[in-house]
């Protein structure tokens, strides 16, 4: 029981740490205009990260696709792992470090945005789907922990989460994301 109480606090603590950070607060709201101008403009949002935040990436890539809280139009975005021929086929042929940045050279296009998860904020394979990214003129979106790793020097926008815990981060994560979707479907969707 006292490790269930641990666990919860320490998740409240990390939210208490992004709720009394005006300029983190300013990063998520400014995230949000960020994508509702680019499906504005015909563009889309691409997710990617690995393992759990490859799942967290899905889950928010599906909030815009399908729905938030009510019924609306689909909203074009999408998760890069989840071709999983793709995936396979790239990391074998080239690398796992590839499989992300040879989607978005393949997919993306300037406008778009690109939000990558990586609670260390040094995932290779995220890295190098940045760089493409910037190359091709997208927006990039880091959702990291604390220190941002090699992410925060190549991401437009950083939402470093204040912890080094990785579940407690991921936790932050989609937080974060639910916020980003909520903002967006509100400002393009308004409820009459």
Known sequence: ??????????????KQKILNNPALLQVIENV??????????????LFCGNGG?????????????????????????????????YLTAVANDYS???????????????????????????????????ETANEIGMLTVALTGESGGNMKDIADFLLNVPSDD????QESHIMIGHIICELVESSLFPKE
């Open 53 to 85: 935040s490859a799942a967290d990436a899905q889950h928010l890539a599906a909030e815009f696709s399908g729905r938030f809280y009510y019924d609306r139009p689909p909203l074009p975005s999408e998760a890069l792992h989840v071709n999983t021929s």
């Open 1 to 14: 029981m006292m490790r269930i109480k641990e666990s919860i606090e320490q998740s409240i603590a990390t």
């Open 96 to 130: 796992y470090d590839e499989v992300y940045s040879r989607i978005i050279r393949g997919s993306g296009k300037e406008g778009d945005v690109l939000i990558g998860l990586s609670t260390s904020g040094n995932s290779k394979n995220v890295i190098r789907a940045f």
């Open 32 to 45: 949000a205009k960020a994508c509702a101008e680019a499906f504005c403009n015909g563009n889309k949002v």
């Open 166 to 169: 990785t579940p407690r981060i």
